[in-house]
T-cell receptor, first 114, second 114 residues
């Protein structure tokens, strides 16, 4: 079955440093989604990327979808303590089945030291 | 005005007991899901229903039985609870769409089996 690998598993940064998490799929994806889960909270949708090579920005967050649509990255510039949490990438199975089944990466747990 | 709600938030029980978790969404979505998140934060889909019909049934022990009385509700019943069932269970919903299936998660139910 489809596998979605995410690295690193943990990242500790000082406030103000940059942070990047990487996502790789074993299959070509029709789209990729990113979610953030705050400690003790639930996953919250951040963004969906669809096009090959797509880059989207949300304030200090930059999301990229690879040319081959098998990898993606999330980069945070100048981290803040509010960025703490687990970041997940997720890709639909079956090349975009309408059933919406997502395979999640293992997540990257980000801690930010003030 | 909670979009996806779950009850209870915490559930502590003894091995061998039977318990249920309830989920409701007021977003008008057609598709609902159950996920299990283990202690390492890994999110794994268990079941999905589309308009009361079971469409995703992952390799889950048959002690777990989902039920969807209508498209706004999806419940999870667990028989003969085991220690390994301890986890956070998330309900989620999404619109029924081929190209866009952002998932909205409930607050989660933390199940502890003693």
């Amino acid at each position: 079955g489809q596998q979605v690998m995410q690295i690193p598993q943990y990242q500790h940064v000082q406030e103000g440093e940059d942070f990047t998490t990487y996502c790789n799929s074993s299959t070509t994806l029709s789209n990729i989604q990113w979610y953030k889960q705050r400690p003790g909270g639930h996953p919250v949708f951040l963004i969906q990327l669809v096009k090959s090579g797509e880059v989207k920005k949300q304030k200090r967050l930059t999301f990229q979808f690879g040319e081959a649509k098998k990898n993606s990255s999330l980069h945070i510039t100048a981290t803040q303590t509010t960025d703490v949490g687990t970041y997940f990438c997720a890709g639909p199975e079956g090349g975009g089945t309408s059933y919406g089944k997502l395979t999640f990466g293992q997540g990257t747990i980000l801690t930010v030291h003030p | 005005d909670t979009a996806v709600s779950q009850t209870p938030k915490y559930l502590v029980t003894q091995m061998g007991n039977d318990k249920s978790i309830k989920c409701e969404q007021n977003l008008g979505h057609d598709t609902m899901y159950w996920y299990k998140q283990d202690s390492k934060k890994f999110l794994k889909i268990m079941f999905s229903y589309n308009n009361k019909e079971l469409i995703i049934n992952e390799t889950v022990p048959n002690r777990f039985s989902p039920k969807s009385p209508d498209k706004a509700h999806l419940n999870l019943h667990i028989n003969s609870l085991e220690l390994g069932d301890s986890a956070v269970y998330f309900c989620a919903s999404s619109p029924y769409s081929v190209s866009y299936n952002e998932q909205f998660f409930g607050p989660g139910t933390r199940l502890t089996v003693l």
